[in-house]
C-alpha cells in the first residue's frame, strides 16, 4: 500500500488561508469517506482534526475544514495563526482494511 | 477523561524481540478497537496494525506482517504489540490508539498515547 502524497511543506501570513492536499487512489481516498487528519506540534502526539473528511470533533476551531474531490483530499486552515504552525498528517481507510498515511505536511505561519 | 499510556521501548539489537504495552483508561476497552502508529525519526505517521474490540481480528501493515502481534487484554485493559525479527527500519516512535467509533476495526483515531521510543541498533 503506497502512502498518500501529501506536500512536503505549505506557509501562509498569519489572517491568510492555506489549503493542503492529500493525494490517493481510488482503492482509498476516492473510494471511502475516511480521511481523516492530524495535527502534530514538534515532540508531541498527533491530535485529531479533521474526521469523515470534513467533520470537526468537539473542540476543534471551526477555522478547520475538510473536502474531498475524487481521489484527492483537502484541509484548508482559515484566518492562520501563529499556533497553527505544526506538522499535518492525512490518512485514509483502504481496500484493503488497512489505514494509510500521506508523508506530512509542516505548516510554517511566517 | 480517556488516556492511553505506552512502555516496553528501549534500545534492541536487529533480529531481537520487543513487547510494547498500552494501559488505558476512562473508556470502556473492550468496545474499541485499538491501532498501533509508528513514526521513525524526523519522518511521517505509518499505521502498523489494529485489533477489533473483542480482540478477534486483527490488522498488519505488509510491512510488518508475519514479524509483528498484536493483542489485548479484556481483564488487564491493556493493548500489545509483539515485535519480532527486528530491523534497523522498525526504529521509531510507537502510539497506541483508540478508534474513534465504537464499531468498525480500522479508522479515526481520536485518542493518541504519548508514544515509546523503539530503536533497533547494533
Known amino acids: 500500500q503506497s502512502a498518500l502524497t501529501q506536500p512536503a511543506s505549505v506557509s501562509g501570513s498569519p489572517g491568510q488561508s492555506i489549503t493542503i492536499s492529500c493525494t490517493g487512489t481510488s482503492n482509498d481516498v476516492g473510494g471511502y469517506n475516511y480521511v481523516s487528519w492530524y495535527q502534530q506540534h514538534p515532540g508531541k502526539a498527533p491530535k485529531l482534526i479533521i474526521y469523515?473528511?470534513?467533520n470537526r470533533p468537539s473542540g476543534v476551531s471551526t477555522r478547520f475544514s475538510g473536502s474531498k474531490s475524487g481521489n484527492t483530499a483537502s484541509l484548508t486552515i482559515s484566518g492562520l495563526q501563529a499556533e497553527d504552525e505544526a506538522n499535518y498528517h492525512c490518512t485514509s481507510y483502504t481496500v484493503s482494511s488497512t489505514q494509510v498515511f500521506g508523508g506530512g505536511t509542516k505548516l510554517t505561519v511566517l | 477523561e480517556v488516556q492511553l499510556l505506552e512502555s516496553g521501548g528501549g534500545l534492541v539489537q536487529p533480529g531481537g524481540s520487543m513487547r510494547l504495552s498500552c494501559a488505558a483508561s476512562?473508556?470502556?476497552?473492550?468496545?474499541?478497537?485499538m491501532s498501533w502508529v509508528r513514526q521513525a525519526p524526523g519522518k511521517g505517521l505509518e499505521w502498523v496494525s489494529a485489533i477489533s474490540g473483542s480482540g478477534e481480528t486483527t490488522y498488519y501493515a505488509d510491512s510488518v506482517k508475519g514479524r509483528f502481534t498484536i493483542s489485548r487484554d479484556k481483564s488487564k485493559n491493556t493493548l500489545y504489540l509483539q515485535m519480532n525479527s527486528l530491523r534497523a527500519e522498525d526504529t521509531a516512535v510507537y502510539y497506541c490508539t483508540k478508534k474513534r467509533e465504537d464499531y468498525g476495526d480500522v479508522g479515526t483515531f481520536d485518542c493518541w498515547g504519548q508514544g515509546t521510543l523503539v530503536t533497533v541498533s547494533s
Open positions: 469523515d473528511v470534513n
Open positions: 476512562g473508556f470502556t476497552f473492550s468496545n474499541y478497537a
